[in-house]
């Protein structure tokens, strides 16, 4: 078993060498080695942006299926807000419930609600919140996975609330193995997700200690069955279904959604990769301590860009944006109430029971002598590489590739612009050759 | 022979680059396995440094120099200079602009931010042609081999 295992394979059969997915990973984790594309553990932060740029869908999150439904006695399935978010006001959440148990769940949870509930939490931490500022938001694994790779300083700024799917699933399996007379490992909670990191959070959490989900489905294996099943659902009324929406939960689905209605002052909403690293790169410099909490999404437009989904990130960040905004106009909050949080809070139900730790990326060498000589026979190999990041050597980059060679998990000569000279090389290796047993000559 | 040396230019008013230096010091730091304490402040440190010259100065220069015993940086820029040196490192002292404080600088932390995050830093300036900056971090605790 691997040290991190991820969220992502690469399918061979389908991969054909075109290398998107070594251009465009934030952290460089994808090499090509004699043909085959690898992807290295120790950087990969989960972001699935290999997924959505790979032509040939030769990239596979590795999430479950409906298959696997029957190791358990009693499954539950969670859905993710994202999932709501495809449908925005046109099928209610209440519906798209309905319509998930038909496809073989004994049960359905609406997780908004506990999205609604960690929201309050994280409001009631930052109001006791003395430790370094600011916070950042742990709800995408990727950002969370990103500082503890890249930012291994800002550790102690990740908020240390579980995550609500985590949360959600422990209640289900305690609350109902009493209920139901079963062991916790009879019942089964599947995560219907936008997101291929989630199922990290069962292999690999980010903290240690267990997950108590079972499984991780995505949105688009679910979507096609979902609407089939969608048809023959009926609701009471569409005022009903507006009135069971948890506002505060259903804002996790898009950026700046999940403290749209909480009393927070200064909150940074960032979204995309690379605007993230910005922002990280400033908060490690000191320069945003007057911002309380950074909600940083990797995905643009947050989970609703996620590569598991079905509908355009923008379209459905729309929705859920008029969904929003309906139920402000109707003063609908169907949250729990705040005291009854707070209780929870104080009982330290939320929290998690293990920090974030770093898992900083290895460095050139353990003896900073040694790091250093090699640095500098990287920048010498650097400078005599073409700097074109062609990729053909199987490395992101040409900076990346000397690197790699001077950790010798590469030839100088693997790159390709090596070539000619090599070739002027063995010409002039030949014809000293020739001359020296004197077949210069021509017959 | 056994040190890592290198320089950066850094170009006064250009904003959208300002900061690129120290981050590439930081990678720099952080690929040789440099404490990642450590290297956060000598990252603050830099970007400090770097920006006193966006924000103030014509151009600069700045290097790292790295040795298994020390980080140094030093920053030569061609600039106004700093007329009362003392006066500069006080907290909350600034000759910061308007525009420069809407952007988030200038809250007279600088100097003093270098100061707090460096085991010796060393400021020289000849008012009217520039500031010399040598900042220096030890990379064991002294006393320690």
Redesign the interface.
């Known amino acids: 078993m691997s040290r991190y295992p991820h969220s992502v394979r690469v399918d061979a059969d389908r991969c054909d060498g075109r290398r998107r997915c070594l251009r465009v990973c934030p952290t460089e984790a994808i090499r090509v080695r004699a043909g085959e594309t690898l992807i290295l553990e120790d950087r990969c932060i989960d972001c699935g942006e290999c997924i959505t740029a790979c032509p040939s869908d030769a990239v596979v999150p590795r999430t479950d299926s409906f298959g696997d439904l029957g190791r358990f006695k009693h499954t539950v399935v969670i859905p993710s807000p994202t999932l709501y978010a495809q449908f925005g006001r046109a099928i209610l959440p209440d519906k798209i419930l309905r319509g998930l148990r038909r496809l073989g769940f004994d049960e359905v949870f609406d997780l908004a609600i506990t999205c609604g509930d960690t929201s309050l939490a994280i409001e009631n931490l930052l109001e006791e919140h003395k430790g370094p500022r600011p916070l950042i938001f742990n709800g995408c694994p990727a950002v969370v996975r990103l500082i503890q790779v890249k930012y291994?300083?800002l550790v102690d700024h990740i908020v240390p609330i579980k995550l609500p799917q985590c949360l959600a699933a422990k209640e289900i399996k305690e609350t109902r193995s009493r209920e139901l007379g079963l062991r916790p490992e009879e019942i089964g909670t599947f995560y219907v997700t936008p997101c291929p990191a989630a199922m990290i959070d069962i292999q690999q959490p980010a903290t240690e200690g267990e997950s108590h989900l079972d499984g991780v489905i995505s949105i688009a294996d679910v979507y096609g069955p979902l609407l089939a099943a969608l048809e023959s659902v009926d609701v009471e009324s569409y005022r009903r279904g507006l009135e069971s929406i948890c506002i505060l939960g259903m804002g996790w689905a898009v950026a700046g959604g999940m403290h749209r209605t909480l009393r927070i002052d200064n909150v940074l909403d960032v979204s995309g990769i690379s605007e993230i690293i910005k922002t990280l790169?400033d908060v490690?410099?000191?320069?945003l301590q007057n911002v309380a909490l950074v909600v940083a999404y990797s995905c643009p437009q947050g989970c609703v860009g996620g590569a598991l989904t079905v509908e355009n990130r923008y379209i459905s960040y729309n929705k859920v944006l008029r969904l929003l905004e309906t139920l402000e106009r109707e003063h609908i909050e169907a949250c729990r109430d705040k005291r009854e949080v707070r209780e929870r809070y104080r009982r330290r139900i939320f929290h998690m029971e293990h920090p974030y730790v770093?898992r900083?990326?290895r460095?050139?060498?353990?003896?900073?002598?040694r790091?250093?000589?090699k640095?500098?026979r990287k920048e010498e190999i650097y400078d005599g590489l073409p700097k074109v990041d062609c990729g053909i050597c199987g490395a992101p980059t040409c900076l990346a590739f000397a690197?790699d060679v001077v950790m010798g998990d590469a030839r100088l000569t693997d790159c390709i612009f090596q070539a000619p000279r090599r070739i002027k090389e063995l010409t002039g290796e030949i014809s000293r050759l020739l001359d020296a047993i004197g077949g210069g000559a021509n017959p | 022979m056994q040190g890592f040396s290198r320089t950066f230019s850094i170009a006064g008013q250009d904003f959208s680059k300002g900061g690129s230096a120290s981050l590439e010091i930081k990678e720099i730091l952080r690929e040789m396995g440099v404490d990642p304490a450590l290297v956060r402040r000598v990252a603050i440190a830099a970007y400090e440094a770097e920006m006193n010259v966006v924000m103030y100065a014509e151009r600069g220069e700045m290097s790292v120099d790295v040795d298994p015993q020390t980080i140094r940086l030093s920053l030569d820029d061609e600039g106004p200079g700093i007329e009362d040196i003392e006066r500069a490192m006080q907290e909350g002292y600034s000759t910061a602009t308007a525009e420069m404080q809407q952007m988030g600088f200038g809250a007279g932390m600088g100097l003093p931010n270098i100061k707090k995050n460096a085991d010796l830093f060393e400021l020289a300036s000849t008012f009217g042609k520039g500031t010399s900056y040598r900042i220096t971090f030890h990379v064991a605790p002294a006393g320690q081999p």
């Open positions: 291994p300083n790169d490690e410099r000191g320069r770093p900083p990326l460095s050139l060498d353990r003896d900073l002598g790091a250093i000589s640095r500098k690197e």
